[in-house]
């Protein structure tokens, strides 16, 4: 742990092209994401259509590329029918996911325009709790079509003539939950994800399907990527085949009452990814799918710092994050980077108010602790990541979960590397001890301006209430060759940037 730590980087050395879409949000009818997060009807602060103007501008600051809707739990009791047309028309239902009421004021169209001000694509989740097949091509169809057809014509009716085009379909979600509204066994799911992926795929062949996974190291995960996953002969030639399922989607929630493991936690989503992304390749072995499909397969469309228990709130949503809780969202954005050959989206759970960085109030809108590494990341780690080499003490005491020790590392400093599009390196640093400094060498790069983004707090457990006691301080330094050394504060996120 003593010895001095070390970071060499390989500019030069491309790993992969990392996928914006790992910057992906998420916004699910649940407590106040939806109603009275996105969308506040009658507050000064919202536009015309009722969307939330702060909001908008901190998802176009975050340039967030995609965003999940409408769940989540929620979606397995879903009929999106109820959420268009004339508003005074819509009706309320029973919600049983979260034992609430839905109005039905929000639906399809709304959403969808919001993404178009937004600037972001759309990700829609289909229900496979209450929902039929039926209702499923009724929305792609809704969507999608340019077709003379009844759905596409209900667009049309309902302000709507072009088609939103939206890409990305997720079939189920949670479906293996005891929790969930039509929870499924893996075999019932995996026999109505493949009818349903077949008949998706025929009416667009153009979008993108999410298998709906566990936590990505499951019996469940492992058996529905081996039946689904496989060379689809279609069309009545009988003559084309692909792959009907583009992505497996994991979720994990990590969280610990102590700095000390929270910080180490997602770790673990790291390990979950190798093992999700090795099933992948078994069910291609399996059923001989062709090595030339591509990667980036993994869709973890929910990730965060989460525990329901500690969490205020009805619905133990409204988390109140400390520095910890951003330092672990740093180390988690660090392993999507550093999984960027295997991972092709992921989504925060969740963009507004519910487990989430950004929280609105009546006035206006509070960046919690975890919104800074967030954008940093957003802003920044994009292009291509780089190899990175790391020599540091490591954590030693109790992991969460307890299985991460042995099986992945947790080092004091969590490192990822890319190049961006400017030609120029970026390295993002978590140093999660909290109480060393460490003045570490860093080898590879070449001398230069370089901008450093800190993130850093009092101590771990401040979080940003009434004051924002945890944001980024910026600064420029000169990166001198004869001395290659930056020292890293304790509890800090750190992201350096060598200007092009
Ligand atoms: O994001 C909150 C909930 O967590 C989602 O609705 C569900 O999919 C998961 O269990």
Same mark, same amino acid.
């Given at each position: 742990e003593d010895a001095e730590p070390s970071i060499l980087v390989h500019p030069s050395y491309k790993v992969s092209k990392i996928n914006d879409n790992i910057y992906g949000g998420f916004t699910e009818h649940m407590g106040r994401c939806i109603y009275g997060g996105i969308y506040d009807p009658g507050?000064?602060?919202?536009?015309e259509n009722g969307f939330r103007k702060d909001v908008i501008d901190a998802f176009k600051e975050l340039n967030c590329p995609v965003v999940r809707y409408p769940g989540g739990n929620f979606v397995a009791t879903y009929h999106w029918l109820d959420g268009v047309g004339p508003r005074d028309q819509r009706p309320k239902r029973p919600e049983l996911a979260w034992l609430g009421l839905e109005t039905n004021e929000f639906g399809t169209d709304e959403f969808l325009k919001w993404c178009e001000v937004v600037g972001t694509e759309p990700y829609l989740c289909l229900n496979f709790g209450t929902g039929t097949l039926d209702e499923a091509l009724g929305w792609l169809e809704y969507c999608n079509s340019r077709q003379n057809t009844y759905y596409a014509n209900l667009r049309r009716k309902n302000g709507r003539e072009e088609p939103y085009n939206v890409k990305y379909w997720a079939l189920g979600n949670e479906m293996w939950g005891p929790w969930q509204v039509g929870q499924m066994t893996k075999e019932d799911y995996a026999k109505q994800a493949y009818q349903w992926a077949k008949a998706m795929k025929l009416l667009d062949p153009t979008i993108t399907l999410i298998l709906c996974g566990q936590d990505g190291t499951s019996s469940w995960d492992s058996y529905v990527t081996k039946e689904c996953i496989k060379w689809d002969v279609h069309g009545l030639s009988g003559s084309t085949t692909k792959s009907l399922i583009d992505m497996h989607s994991i979720h994990i929630y990590t969280a610990a009452k102590e700095h000390l493991p929270n910080a180490t936690a997602p770790r673990s989503a790291e390990r979950a990814i190798q093992i999700t992304s090795s099933l992948i390749d078994l069910a291609r072995i399996e059923n001989k799918v062709p090595h030339t499909v591509p990667r980036q397969t993994i869709c973890f469309d929910e990730w965060n710092v989460w525990d329901p228990v500690r969490a205020p709130g009805e619905l133990g949503a409204e988390e109140k994050y400390s520095l910890s809780d951003a330092l672990a969202v740093a180390v988690w954005l660090n392993v999507f980077v550093r999984q960027s050959a295997h991972v092709g989206m992921a989504n925060i759970a969740q963009s507004v108010n519910v487990i989430s960085p950004l929280m609105t109030t009546p006035t206006g809108l509070l960046k919690q602790t975890t919104w800074w590494p967030l954008l940093l990341f957003s802003k920044y780690m994009r292009g291509d990541q780089i190899a990175v080499n790391v020599g540091c003490g490591e954590y030693e005491g109790p992991t969460q979960p307890s299985w991460i020790r042995g099986t992945v590392e947790t080092p004091w400093l969590d490192v990822s590397a890319c190049v961006g599009e400017d030609g120029g390196v970026r390295i993002a640093v978590a140093n999660i001890h909290h109480e060393k400094d460490f003045r570490t060498r860093i080898g590879g790069l070449e001398g230069g301006k370089v901008e450093v983004y800190t993130v850093t707090g009092n101590n771990p457990l401040v979080v940003n209430d009434d $004051?924002?006691? $945890?944001g980024i301080v910026e600064k420029t330094i000169e990166w001198d060759l004869s001395n290659q050394y930056y020292v890293f504060p304790k509890h800090s996120f750190t992201l350096l940037k060598w200007k092009k």
């Open positions: 507050n000064p602060l919202s536009d $004051v924002e006691r $945890v």
